[in-house]
C-alpha cells in the first residue's frame, strides 16, 4: 500500500503558524483509516513553536533557500531558515523510511506551498514558487499536491498503485 506524506495542518491538527489547523478532509481522513497517512508538520518537525512568528521566503523560492541563496524570515525580521531546512530534511527521511512518492502538503506555506507562495514582503502578494520541504520533495522525485488539488492527487495515487500491481 502507498503511503502518503501529509502536512499536519490538513489532517485537523493546530501547528499551523497561528496555531489554528485546516480540515479534516473527507479524503483524507479515509486515508489515515486506510493506513496511507504518514503525518508531519516540517516547521514543528524543524523545531518551531506553535504558535510562531509569520515567516516568508524573499520571491517564494525554496529551492533557493535549499541552496543557500535564500533565507526564511519572521515578519519581526528573524531568521528560520535551519529550521526550515531541518524540517525539509525530516520529511525526506520520512519518505526514505516509507518509500513515499506522493506528498499532499499546505498551500502557500513557506515549508509546503507546491505552486504559489508568498513574496516576502509580509504583503499578501502571492508569487509563483514553493516552500522549502516542498522543493525538497520535489527534487527527491515526490509528487507534491496541495489541499487545492485533492482531486488530481487521488488520481496520481491509483496511478502509483496500478503502476506496482503491474
Known sequence: MQKILVSRCLLGQPVRYDGGAHGPFDLLQRWQAEGRVVALCPEVAGGLPTPRAPAEIAGG???RVLDGQLAVLTMDGEDVTAAFVEGAEQALALVRQHGIRLALLKAR???CGN????????SG???AGEGVTAAALRRAGVQVFSEEELPTAE???RKLEEQSLA
Open 61 to 63: 523560492q525554496g529551492a
Open 109 to 111: 506555506s513557506p515549508s
Open 115 to 122: 505552486r504559489e507562495n508568498y513574496d516576502g514582503s509580509f
Open 125 to 127: 502578494t502571492k508569487v
Open 155 to 157: 488520481a496520481a495515487l
